[in-house]
């Protein structure tokens, strides 16, 4: 006895108990069921969430999980071991269990809380009718708390441990689901939807990309007041933006991007979400090339840019179209060709008009009259027909954008 005594000592000592005596085990062991009714009871007392939890079918997996707790206790102290790693296992997947159920990780704590409070009382009752002195019933309250507080950290092990299960799982899904969205070799509706359904994201009739120049959406998401998908690819990180035009979302994009780079592609439907993270893309390309303004604010918005985004669709195109048409204006020397070209530019913009132009420009009319005639001599039949002046158009606009 004496060297059972010792060792149930060392134990308790090696988990910051004070030590316990075997004997009071033996007097509370055989009134242990009473003392997991008494625990049972006193949670479902405290907690209307769990009186009912109890009162089903998840209350039987409850039951034998404190019963094994208790058993494994006094196993420990009468044996002079440390409880058992099963029971530890157990209560964590009890706490997986509560979080797979829906139940927050407070709810569990204050039911726990409840629970270690009730077998307390109820284990110094136990040991104070059978005759235990009062320092070891001390003793035993104290190893009840030290034991409790490592079965608290296994069902909140196991809790998180779920949360954070379902959260990779979550974000595996929602990177498929953006892979099936964005694919732009095909568009199965029916994969889809059932890929929604699986990563918990409802499939808007509206949707706009946003597409960033980081390898990451960072922050971005949580700025929002609506659940985005996100993902990221090798051009860089994207956001699939529900209904991007309704009441107050435009002003929270502008909020959540903040100086962030990023472009947001043109509104479409699901089925073309593709096409709205190309245009961004585009425009996000252009951006830091210096084709499109962005000093203004970010994000540039793709569809404010359209005639850029088309006009450099193919750049090589659209410097050989600005080379050829403006080749006589590009071989004179630099004063002559800017002082030109500005005049052109202006002439085209305001149809014509001279008057206007003159204006634009701050010269006298008569000035504007000779550098047209200069131009005529330069371009020829281009400024008479409706096409050449188009494409005159088109050839400053690309000599303005195109990088260098």
């Known amino acids: 006895m004496e060297r059972g005594r010792a060792d149930s000592r060392s134990i308790l000592g090696a988990w910051g108990a004070a030590p316990l005596e075997p004997e009071t085990v033996a007097a509370v062991r055989p009134m242990a069921g009473r003392l997991v009714n008494d625990i049972l009871g006193s949670v479902r007392a405290a907690s209307p969430i769990y009186a009912d939890v109890l009162s089903g079918p998840e209350g039987v997996g409850i039951r034998l999980g404190i019963e094994q707790a208790v058993r494994s206790f006094l196993d420990a102290v009468e044996r002079g071991q440390r409880p058992g790693a099963e029971t530890g296992e157990i209560w964590r997947r009890l706490g997986e269990a509560e979080f797979q159920a829906g139940r927050t990780l407070e709810a569990l704590r204050a039911a726990f809380r409840t629970g270690v409070r009730a077998a307390w009382r109820g284990a110094a009752e136990l040991a104070s009718e059978a005759g235990v002195p009062t320092p070891s019933v001390i003793a035993l309250a104290e190893a009840i708390f030290v034991y409790a507080e490592s079965l608290t950290d296994d069902v909140v092990e196991g809790y998180l441990r779920a949360q954070s299960d379902e959260a990779t799982e979550r974000e595996r899904r929602r990177r498929r689901l953006g892979e099936l969205l964005l694919d732009p070799d095909g568009y199965d509706a029916q994969a889809i939807e059932h890929a929604a359904e ?207």
């Open 198 to 404: 699986l990563a918990r994201w409802a499939m808007p009739r509206s949707l706009a990309v946003l597409a960033l120049s980081d390898e990451s959406p960072g922050a971005i998401p949580r700025r929002l007041d609506v659940d985005v998908l996100g993902g990221s690819d090798q051009e860089g990180a994207f956001l699939v933006i529900p209904d991007p035009d309704g009441p107050g979302r435009p002003a929270a994009v502008r909020r959540a991007v903040g100086s962030e780079a990023a472009a947001l592609g043109p509104t479409v439907v699901p089925r073309d979400a593709w096409r709205s993270l190309r245009w961004a893309r585009k425009a996000l390309a252009l951006a830091h090339a210096g084709a499109i303004d962005a000093r203004r604010r970010y994000p540039i918005r793709a569809r404010e840019h359209l005639a850029t985004l088309i006009l450099l669709g193919d750049e090589e195109l659209a410097a050989a179209l600005a080379s050829d048409r403006l080749a006589p204006l590009l071989a004179l020397p630099q004063v002559e060709r800017e002082r030109l070209i500005q005049t052109l530019g202006a002439w085209l913009d305001h149809q014509r008009h001279t008057p206007r132009v003159a204006d634009e420009l701050h010269v006298h009319p008569q000035t504007v009259r000779y550098r047209l005639g200069r131009l005529r001599e330069l371009l020829g039949e281009m400024l008479d027909t409706a096409e050449g002046r188009f494409e005159l158009q088109m050839s400053l606009r690309a000599l303005r954008v195109l990088p260098g």
